[in-house]
């Protein structure tokens, strides 16, 4: 649970047990989102276990694929993919960014209520 502004600020283990957490978290939907990708590239366009890894590593971060689409198959799941990753990347950013950016607010005392003044 994320404190809010007015508990105390969060020991400095507290916040780094959290932030593994995240990063974990992270982690673990880039493992997901990798191993659909590797699966896609795999069974749908053909490709050896190791080329889909490249393949799926190369769309997830932004790059573009590296072999090319044999048919019309391969060609929507690439696309697919890479709209899919295109919504992924930020929403990584955005949980590994998350801890540190509330632990910030938190020590700058910004407050989400009207407090009559």
């Known amino acids: 649970m994320i404190a809010r502004f007015d508990t105390p600020l969060s020991t400095r283990r507290r ?4 932030v593994f957490t995240y990063v ?7 493992a997901v989102c990798l191993g659909i ?15 889909a890894l490249l393949n799926a590593s190369m ?14 198959a ?4 690439a696309s697919t993919y890479a709209i899919f990753s295109g919504a ?3 929403a990584i950013t955005a949980i590994l960014l998350y801890p540190f ?4 607010l938190h020590i ?6 009207d407090d009559g003044a």
């Open 37 to 51: 990708g590797m699966a896609g590239y795999y069974w749908i366009v053909g490709l050896d276990w190791i080329d």
């Open 15 to 18: 916040f780094l047990r959290r």
């Open 24 to 30: 974990a978290f992270a982690g673990g939907v880039l």
């Open 101 to 104: 950016l509330h632990r910030l």
């Open 59 to 72: 769309i997830l971060t932004g790059m573009g694929p590296v072999d090319p689409m044999p048919d019309d």
């Open 74 to 77: 391969a060609k929507l799941f």
């Open 88 to 90: 992924v990347y930020p």
């Open 108 to 113: 700058f005392h910004f407050e989400t209520q």
